[in-house]
């Protein structure tokens, strides 16, 4: 196992633990060097673990913590198909989407859950570009989304 997913599985995410996949689209697509990761739900096996609006049906907290294990799931999407997470150069983007209440405008702070779980597992490598957005609705209900954007080792 590499420094990275040793990193990883020493803060709670296991890489055995999967989310279900879907069956219309791919959890990954490679064109060329980068690696474009499809959003991930705050899935822990099959159980989501978090629904609702931020911050009246979700606290801030939890929904920040959902977010880093929408990060650690989109990474156990790369080890899973790619075969170790020591073939990514660098985590290029993230993209957070947050189930909000129309008036919160701290999605940045939620967000922030899945940088710090990205920055912990790649050091410098994991230092990226990042949007975070509010959204009315997310699939299932999930109160948070996370998707991210890789660039892999030549």
Not at 103 to 125: K, M, P, Q, W, Y
Request: glycine share 8%; net charge negative; hydrophobic share 40%.
């Amino acid at each position: 196992m590499s420094d990275r997913e040793t990193k990883l599985e020493a803060l709670g995410y296991l890489l055995s633990k999967r989310t279900p996949e879907g069956t219309l689209v791919d959890p990954l697509a490679i064109a060329g060097n980068m690696l474009y990761a499809s959003g991930q739900v705050p899935f822990d096996g099959d159980i989501l673990t978090s629904k609702g609006k931020v911050p009246s049906q979700v606290s801030v907290d939890d929904a920040t913590r959902a977010t880093a294990l929408c990060a650690a799931n989109v990474l156990r999407a790369v080890y899973a198909h790619i075969g170790s997470l020591d073939k990514i150069q660098r985590v290029v983007r993230i993209t957070g989407y947050v189930n909000a209440d129309t008036d919160f405008t701290d999605c940045h702070l939620v967000i922030n859950g899945a940088s710090r779980l990205v920055r912990d597992v790649f050091g410098e490598d994991g230092r990226h570009a990042r949007t975070a957005l509010a959204m009315a609705q997310l699939p299932l209900g999930a109160s948070v989304e996370v998707e991210m954007i890789f660039q892999l080792k030549s």
